[in-house]
């Protein structure tokens, strides 16, 4: 089922950034019909299962959206929906899926530009990322994806862009080479809003420094990381 | 929502300060923890100045020492003898003034942004309680100085209970541990302060108690700052010099500090009755505020308790301390299961997130239609 049909999914809390003026009757962006979106009371409910079944289903990439990190109207939502998506709590986000295609936005209510500002530019980098390839299954046997440590959120040397040669040994190293970052705005150039962009970190091959279209926010992000 | 343009002003300014200090240093997501921070700094300050303190009224006319000691004579050996006494001295004065601010900005933050209702009641209600409670432990902060203000301020409180009808005169009575200014009214007025304050470590218990891991530290470098703050209000404003009191005589002025004193500022212009009616109406009107705005009922998260496996990570994630995990029934392969408190759910559904059995939902939305939907978006071919 390797197609993308470039869908987009949103999964938003009802206290963040508010779009209601931007939605058709569908619950698609009026500026970006491929990005459709589900509402929760708290993006701390967002299962990381969901994102898990909305990639399985198809989707080219998700969008996880809450409240500004530190203000979440539900007090911890937002630190807990990024916790998960980080590995840094349970339950965590399968290694199946591509963390290329995940981002989170922490915006408060009124910050719409820089949502769609945002979603746009996600979308283009996930057609720059091409088609999803489906998931292999786990190959223990192989040497350099035996040698991964299992947080395997650290970037891999020489892992393959997944849109070309699949070799199935490498596949699951491949996987999930970026680490999603949390980027509180301590440093980079757009300050207001906290957000995790899938861009790679420490990724030195210049396969996935192409791939994903690095933003100069990059180097600010893994310095972050800690 | 009649709050909502206010809100609207709220994450405005707070976007204008996320540009600046970034969301992690932002002060406004601290606003809990600041007047929590001053309450440290009063704490050791006053600690400080308890040493020195001397709560006694005697003065020239009553005993003939040359050597007089009393509450006045004491803070003025610590205001001009000791070595950096001035500065605790006037450290703990603008703390109080700075927690009584900040006190007023988190109550206005939770009021505008609308996180003090339903299930946010009992952090409300004890809020009103501690900021009475604040305001008159500063008052009798300005009693134990017993300059001629505290001896005006005093006498006026004492008519203000005497137009109280029926408990009025035991008030009276209670207050001025007698029927007139003596020793032992000082020390009732140290008691009270002291003793308050530490009954608002209670009260901040039960402000506390329906969250998990509520924010009560801002990061090490706010607090740097909030000391600068402090230490430059005490360079800059320098602490008034003032007359011991002489109960022979009858002061009618006094400076008001506005954070604490305003009460007074309040009888001189309206008659006592109108004031206490005022005070109280106030109050009830701030205990009710959360019940003005109706919005839907919380529908509680529910445990699906064949599926609950005790695992735990719900009552961990839990921002309202909503769920507890009780022994398993008889009969389980599991040790423990959760159950939901649901006069403390706020229907967030973090419990739902942290979940990864599908043990737990939300009534009006279940997270198995959640994911339908999802999938079925995604599916959609455009």
């Not at chain 2, 002291?194 to 998990?212: A, D, E, T």
Request: charged share 20%.
């Amino acid at each position: 089922m390797a197609d993308t049909n470039g869908k987009v999914v949103t999964l938003i809390c009802e206290r963040a950034v508010d779009l209601d003026q931007h939605l058709d009757e569908q619950g698609r962006l009026k500026d970006e019909p491929n990005v459709s979106v589900v509402k929760f009371p708290c993006s701390g409910m967002i299962q990381p299962l969901m994102i898990e079944a909305a990639m399985k289903a198809g989707a080219s990439g998700v969008i996880v959206c809450g409240c500004q990190l530190g203000d979440c109207y539900y007090r911890e939502g937002n630190k807990m929906i990024r916790e998960r998506l980080l590995g840094q709590r349970p339950p965590g986000l399968k290694k199946t899926v591509d963390r290329r295609r995940v981002i989170a936005l922490w915006l408060a209510r009124p910050q719409i530009a820089r949502f769609l500002a945002e979603t746009k530019e996600f979308v283009g980098v996930l057609k720059e990322l091409g088609p999803v390839e489906a998931p292999q299954p786990a190959k223990p046997a192989t040497a350099p994806a035996a040698a991964k440590p299992p947080a395997a959120e650290k970037t891999e040397p020489g892992k393959e862009p997944p849109a070309q040669k699949a070799e199935p040994a490498k596949a699951p190293a491949a996987e999930k080479a970026e680490k999603k970052e949390p980027a509180p705005a301590e440093a980079t150039p757009k300050p207001e809003a906290a957000k995790d962009k899938g861009a790679s970190k420490e990724a030195t091959s210049p396969s996935e420094v192409k791939q994903t279209g690095s933003s100069p926010d990059t180097q600010t992000e893994s310095k972050q990381e800690s | 929502m009649y709050t909502e343009p206010l809100n609207k002003i709220t994450l405005k300014l707070e976007q204008y300060t996320n540009a600046i200090a970034t969301s992690k240093y932002n002060p406004f997501y601290y606003h809990g923890a600041l007047p929590q921070f001053y309450l440290w700094v009063l704490f050791l300050s006053g600690l400080l100045l308890f040493a020195y303190y001397i709560p006694t009224v005697d003065n020239a006319y009553a005993s003939e020492s040359p050597n007089l000691i009393n509450a006045f004579t004491s803070v003025s050996y610590i205001t001009n003898t000791i070595p950096f006494g001035v500065v605790i001295r006037a450290l703990h004065r603008y703390a109080g003034d700075a927690m009584v601010l900040t006190i007023i900005l988190h109550m206005l933050r939770v009021w505008f942004t609308d996180r003090y209702r339903q299930y946010r009641i009992v952090q409300w209600l004890s809020g009103v309680a501690l900021l009475a409670l604040v305001l008159f432990i500063g008052q009798t902060g300005y009693y134990l100085i017993w300059d001629e203000r505290s001896l005006v301020l005093t006498r006026m409180t004492c008519t203000a209970f005497d137009a109280i009808p029926l408990i009025g005169q035991s008030l009276k009575w209670w207050f001025l541990n007698g029927t007139e200014i003596t020793n032992y009214t000082l020390a009732n007025f140290l008691f009270i302060h002291i003793g308050l304050s530490f009954s608002l470590l209670f009260g901040l218990w039960i402000h506390y108690v329906r969250m998990q891991r509520p924010v009560v530290t801002p990061p090490p470098v706010i607090n740097y700052i909030l000391v600068a703050i402090l230490l430059l209000v005490v360079a800059l404003v320098p602490l008034e010099s003032s007359k011991m009191a002489d109960l022979t005589q009858q002061p009618t002025e006094f400076d008001v500090d506005w954070f604490f004193l305003w009460p007074y500022w309040m009888m001189t212009v309206m008659p006592l009755g109108a004031y206490w009616l005022t005070l109280l109406v106030g109050t009830v009107v701030l205990c009710c505020l959360p019940y003005f705005v109706r919005t839907k009922e919380v529908e509680a998260a529910e445990v699906v308790i064949n599926k609950c496996t005790g695992c735990s990570l719900c009552a961990k994630d839990c921002p309202y301390a909503a769920i507890e995990m009780v022994p398993a029934p008889a009969g389980s392969r599991f040790k423990l299961l959760a159950t939901v408190k649901p006069y403390r759910c706020s229907g967030c559904g973090v419990c739902v997130g942290a979940c990864a059995f599908d043990a737990i939902d939300l009534p009006d939305l279940l997270d198995s239609d959640v994911t339908d939907k999802i999938k079925a978006i995604a599916q959609l071919q455009t």
